[in-house]
């Protein structure tokens, strides 16, 4: 027997009762039995983003709500700072040059967080800058940037928008979107959001929506204002994701059940744990000084490959971690922690790790790393 056990940040865990109801038979996205699910699902989402604006839904994975987030408030020669820390923020950089806005990339060293100042410079050096792509978390880095920060910055500037990708932030950290002025909040269905991948979430400030007015970017499937207008009657633009919205409105109800703050804190205290439990094996972490709440990244030690690593703990125990990308290929591993994950989850990586060390010949105590998060899990 395989058991299987997925502490990637992404695709994450679906919890029973919300595959359950996934499973019902299907419904017409235009009957009247959905059009009340919908309404639901949509203020539910408003709830969880912290704000009195429409929340649209996609059917796309996250990046597609990137996407939009550029094409519906953004014209072909206007500029854009992305904060580029990792793939995600390249990302945001490489939609913008797919639609002819110029990036104006702030390069950030992998495995740290944005200086404030340095966006702050970024904009008063160039005023036409039009909005400030970030990630809340850099789910490639394991590095939360400091939103709070930037948005105080770029609130006070009436031409540029800030526009935050939340994919494995929203839901994990506190992140209110109204109180803290961030214009677009973009997240997806498949990291905190305890869902199947296929759907982005994406919520737009009054400020947002003048910048739509003139924007002229090239755009048919995601078209925000008209999925806003097809919200406020309990639709989506085109057909919906019925299944997914079904689901949702039960992890809505889930979240709602713990509440906003319990589920930060739990996030926080899986996130320690895990930093804690690496640092007692000896190993060096990725973001030590600005950690996402999300994920946690990791070096191995000197000789072991991270691709040998994760194929050995998928193959003998079942246990899917994420590797790292690009120049860290090989040489990091990543565990994640958002979600439906709970206490014993984050023992199970770290014993999966402990094993795995020691299958590779890594010299340590067997157990100092659970041992260590087990002093933050169980015993504060
Ligand atoms: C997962 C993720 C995305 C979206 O990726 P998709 O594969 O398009 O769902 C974007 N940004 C971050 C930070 C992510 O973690």
Same mark, same amino acid.
């Given at each position: 027997?395989?058991?299987?056990?997925? +502490?990637?940040?992404?695709?994450?865990?679906?919890?029973?009762?919300?595959?359950?109801?996934?499973?019902?038979?299907?419904?017409?996205?235009?009957?009247?039995?959905?059009?009340?699910?919908?309404?639901?699902?949509?203020?539910? +989402?408003?709830?969880?983003?912290?704000?009195?604006?429409?929340?649209?839904?996609?059917?796309?994975?996250?990046?597609?709500?990137?996407?939009?987030?550029?094409?519906?408030?953004?014209?072909?020669?206007?500029?854009?700072? /992305?904060?580029?820390?990792?793939?995600?923020?390249?990302?945001?950089?490489?939609? /913008?040059?797919?639609?002819?806005?110029?990036?104006?990339?702030?390069?950030?060293?992998?495995?740290?967080?944005?200086?404030?100042?340095?966006?702050?410079?970024?904009?008063?050096?160039?005023?036409?800058?039009?909005?400030?792509?970030?990630?809340?978390?850099?789910?490639?880095?394991?590095?939360?940037?400091?939103?709070?920060?930037?948005?105080?910055?770029?609130?006070?500037?009436?031409?540029?928008?800030?526009?935050?990708?939340?994919?494995?932030?929203?839901?994990?950290?506190?992140?209110?979107?109204?109180?803290?002025?961030?214009?677009? /909040?973009?997240?997806?269905?498949?990291?905190?959001?305890?869902?199947?991948?296929?759907?982005?979430?994406?919520?737009?400030?009054?400020?947002?929506?003048?910048?739509?007015?003139?924007?002229? /970017?090239?755009?048919?499937?995601?078209?925000?204002?008209?999925?806003?207008?097809?919200?406020?009657?309990?639709?989506?633009?085109?057909?919906?994701?019925?299944?997914?919205?079904?689901?949702?409105?039960?992890?809505?109800?889930?979240?709602?059940?713990?509440?906003?703050?319990?589920?930060?804190?739990?996030?926080?205290?899986?996130?320690?744990?895990?930093?804690?439990?690496?640092?007692?094996?000896?190993?060096?972490? +990725?973001?030590?000084?600005?950690?996402?709440?999300?994920?946690?990244?990791?070096?191995?030690?000197?000789?072991?490959?991270?691709?040998?690593?994760?194929?050995?703990?998928?193959?003998?125990?079942?246990?899917?971690?994420?590797?790292?990308?690009?120049?860290?290929?090989?040489?990091?591993?990543?565990?994640?922690? =958002?979600?439906?994950?709970?206490? =014993?989850?984050?023992?199970?990586?770290? #014993?999966?790790?402990?094993?795995?060390?020691?299958?590779?010949?890594?010299?340590?105590?067997?157990?100092?790393?659970?041992?260590? #998060?087990?002093?933050?899990?169980?015993?504060?």
């Amino acid at each position: 027997m395989k058991k299987k056990y997925l +502490l990637a940040p992404g695709p994450t865990p679906v919890p029973p009762e919300v595959l359950s109801v996934m499973s019902e038979p299907v419904i017409h996205h235009r009957s009247p039995e959905f059009v009340p699910i919908l309404k639901d699902v949509l203020e539910g +989402l408003k709830w969880l983003f912290q704000t009195k604006n429409t929340v649209m839904i996609l059917t796309s994975s996250g990046t597609g709500g990137m996407e939009a987030a550029v094409t519906n408030f953004l014209s072909p020669g206007d500029k854009a700072v /992305c904060i580029r820390g990792g793939k995600f923020g390249e990302r945001w950089a490489e939609i /913008c040059n797919a639609y002819g806005v110029v990036p104006v990339n702030i390069d950030v060293p992998w495995g740290e967080a944005v200086k404030p100042d340095s966006v702050r410079a970024a904009l008063e050096k160039d005023p036409s800058i039009k909005a400030v792509y970030v990630q809340a978390s850099e789910t490639c880095t394991a590095v939360a940037h400091p939103v709070r920060e930037i948005a105080e910055i770029v609130r006070k500037r009436e031409n540029t928008i800030l526009v935050v990708d939340a994919i494995t932030a929203l839901g994990v950290v506190d992140l209110p979107v109204d109180e803290w002025g961030i214009d677009i /909040c973009v997240t997806g269905s498949q990291k905190a959001l305890m869902l199947p991948p296929g759907a982005a979430f994406i919520s737009v400030s009054d400020k947002a929506w003048r910048f739509n007015e003139s924007a002229k /970017c090239p755009r048919f499937y995601f078209n925000l204002k008209k999925e806003k207008a097809k919200a406020e009657t309990g639709q989506t633009n085109f057909t919906s994701p019925v299944a997914m919205i079904i689901g949702l409105r039960k992890v809505l109800e889930m979240m709602k059940q713990e509440g906003l703050k319990q589920i930060f804190a739990r996030h926080a205290k899986l996130a320690q744990a895990t930093r804690e439990a690496f640092r007692a094996l000896g190993l060096r972490l +990725l973001a030590a000084e600005s950690p996402s709440s999300a994920v946690t990244g990791v070096y191995l030690p000197d000789g072991i490959d991270g691709g040998a690593f994760n194929k050995k703990l998928r193959d003998h125990y079942g246990v899917t971690i994420a590797g790292g990308q690009d120049k860290l290929k090989g040489k990091i591993i990543r565990v994640a922690h =958002l979600g439906y994950a709970d206490v =014993l989850d984050v023992i199970n990586a770290v #014993a999966s790790v402990e094993r795995g060390l020691r299958e590779f010949g890594y010299s340590f105590e067997l157990g100092a790393g659970l041992r260590a #998060a087990e002093k933050i899990l169980f015993e504060s």
